[in-house]
């Protein structure tokens, strides 16, 4: 006949509850470390095909927003987040545009170019100039026909434009995977360190 004690079976049920506890407190604290910084990772992944800032990228994040369903992790259910970028068409100016100023001198011939992929500077047409649009910055532009007017503003691509870029897509992706690895491997490391004292 075995016999079990009583006061080992509470100590047990006890440590089992608080290892469930640890869980859930580390997919939460992950879950808000994915709110904090998976911008800066989306960033990162965007600015390695993209010659744009990184500040650019962070300045279309509108936030991180609850979308349909929700994830279960053990006891603990989670709600599905996604990031929610927002922006115009931008202008070669957030492309490390060349040149950044009208010449000196009026009448010396420029070629305005950017570096829309990283790297790869082009010239953005061959009758692009610079001229000061309605808010004064200096923007390229292009005439639509033989004559001085109409004119328009040339356009690149907007943040959520660049996001569905497959290769960037598929950075952020990594990123996200990695840098939510170690979160979770870090939250998991102070919950058993904790349960060690």
């Known amino acids: 006949m075995m016999h079990i004690s009583v006061l080992k079976y509470d100590k047990l049920t006890k440590r089992l509850h608080?290892?469930?506890?640890?869980?859930?407190?580390v997919v939460k604290k992950t879950v808000s470390d994915f709110?904090?910084?998976?911008?800066?990772?989306?960033?990162?992944?965007?600015?390695?095909?993209?010659?744009?800032?990184?500040?650019?990228v962070?300045?279309?994040?509108?936030?991180?927003?609850k979308i349909s369903g929700t994830v279960r992790t053990s006891n603990t259910?989670?709600?599905?987040?996604g990031l929610e970028y927002v922006g115009r068409v931008l202008t070669a100016t957030h492309f490390?545009?060349?040149?950044?100023?009208?010449?000196a001198k009026k009448g010396i011939p420029y070629q305005v170019s950017a570096e829309i992929f990283k790297g790869q500077r082009?010239?953005?047409?061959?009758?692009?100039?610079?001229?000061?649009?309605?808010?004064?910055?200096?923007?390229?532009?292009?005439?639509?026909g033989a004559a001085r007017?109409?004119?328009?503003?040339?356009?690149?691509?907007?943040?959520?434009?660049?996001?569905?870029?497959e290769t960037v897509a598929a950075n952020i992706q990594q990123n996200i995977e990695a840098g939510l690895g170690k979160r979770v491997e870090n939250h998991m490391n102070?919950?058993?360190?904790r349960a060690s004292k």
């Open 18 to 25: 608080q290892m469930n506890k640890d869980a859930e407190n």
């Open 35 to 56: 709110k904090s910084r998976a911008p800066a990772w989306v960033s990162a992944a965007v600015t390695e095909t993209y010659g744009i800032s990184k500040s650019d």
């Open 58 to 65: 962070k300045s279309a994040f509108k936030g991180a927003k």
């Open 77 to 81: 259910e989670v709600d599905n987040i």
């Open 96 to 103: 490390k545009m060349k040149p950044a100023a009208l010449p």
């Open 122 to 144: 082009k010239v953005l047409a061959s009758d692009a100039f610079l001229g000061n649009n309605k808010y004064g910055k200096l923007i390229p532009f292009q005439r639509v």
């Open 149 to 165: 007017l109409p004119i328009i503003s040339i356009k690149t691509l907007s943040i959520p434009q660049m996001l569905t870029n």
């Open 190 to 193: 102070q919950a058993l360190n």
